[in-house]
């Protein structure tokens, strides 16, 4: 496969980061924040993330690496390969001792996804894709839902800003109409491992605002890998950059889904 060099490498660094989660997941470590109170950060996202970058870097010298902790806001990045890290995707579900939470590596060449892997440190489940080479779960090809094509159907997730000078973009969607039209709807605390759970036809649908590169570089190509559709929730392109909003579907519930949210 033409992208199996990034794909290995980034699942291994992924692997070895969540090493680092199991092992500090319900003990003593360092905790802060960074924008505001609510948005968490620990010793463990730093610690992650250097291993990867560190990684990265050793292997693709000449590439660019975003790293969550690290790179500071997304800018204008020209660079032909380009790295998006989150090292700990649900650190407050981490601080809170809640085993839900996710390492996202995402590769972009001149601008396009091209390779992702999501890994989930306390199942030992690894999701990869690779452009126009479908998605795998542990090495086993896995589709979107295949069988749920209403909204009435389908089984929503969404999440919340971390950073409160945000919430007024809650305010664009309204919720309860949303959970009555569609068949349930959950907020887990992991936008990666979220759209990996829709990627294997776990979950239907997804959205959510303010988030970053690094939240959904992954795991947006493992939705469209598995036969989903990815858009902003105007139903534009997604676009990498700084509090993008994002829906992702199954494919089938995703116009119905945008209605829904607008």
Known sequence: MKY????DTAATLARKAGEIIREKFGGDFE????SCPSDLVTEVDRRSESLITRGLSERFPGHTIIGEENSGYVK??????????DPLDGTTNF????????????????????????????RDECFCAAADCGTSLNGRTVKVDQSRKTLKEALLVTGYPENKKFSERLHRINYQR??????????LGSAALELAYISCGRLTGFWEN?????DVAAGSLLVEEGGG?????NGGALSLENYLSIAASNGFIHEELLKTLL
Request: include cysteine.
């Open 4 to 7: 199996n060099i990034y794909i």
């Open 31 to 34: 905790r802060g924040y960074k």
């Open 76 to 85: 204008n990045i020209t660079a032909d390969c380009t790295w998006y890290v």
């Open 95 to 122: 601080v809170y001792g809640i085993p839900f939470c996710s390492v996202s590596i995402g590769l972009a060449q001149n601008g396009k996804m091209v390779a992702g892997v999501v890994y989930d440190p306390f």
């Open 178 to 187: 949303v959970a009555e039209c569609c068949g349930n709807l959950r907020a």
């Open 210 to 214: 303010t988030l970053m590169p690094w």
């Open 229 to 233: 559709k990815v858009t902003n929730i």
